[in-house]
Nanobody
Framework: QAQFVESGGGLVQAGGSLRLSCVAS????????LGWFRQAPGKEREFVAA????????SYADSVKGRFTISRDNAKTTMYLRMTSLKPEDTAVYYC?????????????????WGQGTQVTVSS
């Protein structure tokens, strides 16, 4: 079963940028739609962005549209989340996950494998 390891989180000032990476093990990386979710303290996990198998389709939460960019490199079995113009409300643990769906999904129940998460903290 595929495993995911997120990295790239950290502490950044408001207005700054970060790039998260999600490296997957396993040979079927390109067979799955992938997504990023986040969970802030005391809140439910929420959808951030998703990308289709070949990277041709993407979907974003309204709260990050225009600021975040999702991408993937199937040859490197890695997915990325470029985050710019960060806000304090972006503070959360960010998780990557995979879905069997052919199209980007925003519902967490459509994802069946998750990483451990990486902490992003944005100071004001």
């Amino acid at each position: 079963q595929a495993q995911f390891v997120e990295s790239g989180g950290g502490l950044v000032q408001a207005g700054g940028s970060l790039r998260l990476s999600c490296v997957a093990s396993g040979r079927t990386f390109s067979s799955y739609t992938l997504g990023w979710f986040r969970q802030a303290p005391g809140k439910e996990r929420e959808f951030v962005a998703a990308i289709s198998r070949a990277g041709t389709l993407t979907s974003y939460a309204d709260s990050v549209k225009g600021r975040f960019t999702i991408s993937r490199d199937n040859a490197k079995t890695t997915m990325y989340l470029r985050m710019t113009s960060l806000k304090p409300e972006d503070t959360a643990v960010y998780y990557c996950a995979r879905s069997d769906s052919a199209f980007p999904q925003s519902t967490s129940s459509r994802y069946d494998a998750w990483g451990q998460g990486t902490q992003v903290t944005v100071s004001s």
